[in-house]
């Protein structure tokens, strides 16, 4: 890859970066000028990849466009083990076919960010599923559970007697040992999984090869602005929601967190992150506008260029003009679900799957958050008769839309 600007590597590559284990080690490593081996490791336990989790891929996509191997391990031994970073409570066991299912949508997904030259990809069941007992047993020697009780949540649950198993302390040797197994020179992960990197760097020691840096990613608040991305909290993006989906939450986030967005998200040069959060700061650039180009980039990134521009304009068409997006999903009305030809407004809310519940829906009216045709719902007992819903739109909020079709209608 010729003789590298380590220096200029090393801004690129540290930018946003929590751990560097150690920077010294990592300037000694990239001033050899070969391709480095960088392994991030992922446990297929769900089914989708949002930006949070995307951070420390785009950190792995920096490392492949300054010419550095790609190693991404699919975990999927380990993910039938669970990873206990940061749990409160044994984490119960994944199928091996959830875990199949779940690989499948991750290696689609994660092709999405990162670069096909330069990507070797693969499974830690080859070697971790060929152990015997003999080989558990003696990687299990390797450490103490002194060294296991080190790590901050293990700690936490023997103080409060909570249960800790055995496998659970397995878990960051069994993830260590990939390390050592494809020879990583660099090890990405979140500061979750701090300790585990670490194992892996001992091991590698201890079967004399050389330690791997240990590089850690921060963990990227939600669109709420306080609490860790995460689905279950319902204030993430993912990487793979439909364009006008990704734009329209994006143009939700806090303006405090855009800076931090940037820098995390975009991949960008830390030269071009400085000089938007500059210029937002500054005020020469408005924070509708930085929101904007931030949404832009984020699915371009996803969905290939032009995508952002075209999701910026059917926000527009619908959010500025409140008009009705193009496509609107369609929903065949059950017969099971009213009775003598009319239905309650809030239950067809839930029926439509535009919320969860009933009440879910009255609560929505009652808030001003639901249309028809265009025209605000405010009565939460109101009844509408079937017959004249063949077409209708609902609309919950600015991004949930169906249109309405009576069985046997085209």
């Not at 901050?152 to 007697?161: I, S």
């Amino acid at each position: 890859m010729g003789e590298p600007d380590v220096e200029e590597q090393l801004r690129v590559l540290t930018a946003g970066a929590v751990d560097v284990i150690t920077e010294a080690d990592l300037r000694r490593k990239l001033g050899r000028g070969v391709p480095l081996r960088v392994k991030l490791g992922i446990d297929p336990t769900a089914s989708d990849i949002h930006l949070g989790f995307a951070v420390v891929l785009r950190k792995l996509r920096q490392f492949q466009e300054l010419g550095h191997v790609a190693v991404l391990i699919i975990g999927d031994f380990t993910a039938q083990v669970g990873d206990p970073s940061g749990k409160s409570a044994t984490r119960p066991r994944l199928s091996k076919a959830e875990v199949e299912a779940h690989a499948a949508t991750y290696v689609e997904q994660v092709r999405r960010i990162l670069s096909p030259d330069g990507l070797e990809i693969r499974r830690n069941s080859e070697w971790l599923g060929a152990m015997g007992i003999e080989d558990v047993l003696r990687l299990a020697a390797r450490t103490t559970v002194a060294r296991m009780l080190e790590r901050n949540d293990f700690a936490q649950r023997y103080r409060d007697g909570s249960p800790i198993s055995v496998m659970e302390f397995l878990y960051p040797l069994l993830q260590g040992w990939d390390s050592v197994m494809v020879r990583a020179d660099v090890e990405l992960g979140g500061t979750d999984q701090l300790f585990n990197n670490l194992v892996g760097r001992t091991l590698q020691e201890q079967e004399g090869q050389e330690g791997q840096v240990v590089l850690t990613t921060p963990l990227l608040e939600g669109l709420d602005g306080t609490q860790k991305m995460s689905k279950s909290l319902n204030n993430f993006v993912g990487i793979a929601e439909a364009p006008a989906e990704q734009y329209g939450k994006l143009m939700s986030l806090p303006d405090v967190l855009m800076p931090r967005y940037f820098l995390l998200t975009t991949g960008w040069h830390p030269d071009r992150v400085e000089e938007v959060t500059n210029a937002l700061e500054g005020g020469s650039l408005a924070p509708v506008d930085a929101k904007r180009l931030l949404a832009r980039t984020v699915v371009d990134l996803s969905h290939g260029e032009g995508a952002g521009a075209e999701a910026e304009a059917a926000f527009d068409r619908v959010f500025r003009r409140h008009d009705a997006p193009e496509e609107i999903p369609e929903h065949v009305l059950d017969p099971a679900a009213w009775a003598d030809g009319r239905i309650r407004l809030a239950a067809l809310l839930h029926e439509c799957g535009l919320v969860p519940s009933n009440r879910e829906g009255a609560r929505m009216i009652r808030q001003g958050a639901v249309r028809r045709d265009g025209e605000p719902v405010t009565d939460p007992d109101l009844v509408v008769a079937v017959a004249d819903l063949d077409g209708a739109t609902l609309q919950v909020g600015k991004r949930r839309w169906v249109r309405l079709r009576l069985p046997g209608n085209p």
